[in-house]
């Protein structure tokens, strides 16, 4: 966890290196035939949001909020036998730390 935050108690930071985009992610429980809105207020020069594993199209989306926090928003419909998802948010290469 790290400062500054924009809501809750802390916020992921992290900083890609070299081929590495310091992806964060998380595996959720979803129900399968269902359309879901995924979002994160992020900072740094670029950050992805995005999921994977859906059984339809994997959404990504970006922005680059620089200092200040920058709300992302996607959404996607899981596939008839999907039952988790994971989400992530990621950096780009040689952009410096982003927060989320």
């Known amino acids: 966890m790290s400062s500054p935050v924009h809501g809750g108690a802390g916020a992921v930071r992290a900083t890609p290196q070299g081929n590495d985009l310091a992806r964060c992610q998380q595996v959720v429980s979803v129900w399968p035939n269902t359309t879901y809105q995924l979002s994160a207020w992020v900072q740094g020069g670029y950050v992805f949001l995005g999921a994977t594993g859906t059984g339809g199209t994997d959404p990504q989306t970006w922005g680059s909020p ?35």
Do not use: D, K, M
Not at 75 to 84: E, K, L
């Open 66 to 100: 620089g200092t200040a926090w920058g709300r992302l928003a996607t959404s996607f419909t899981t596939g008839a036998s999907t039952t988790s998802v994971t989400v992530y948010v990621n950096g780009w290469y040689g952009q410096g730390a982003y927060l989320a």
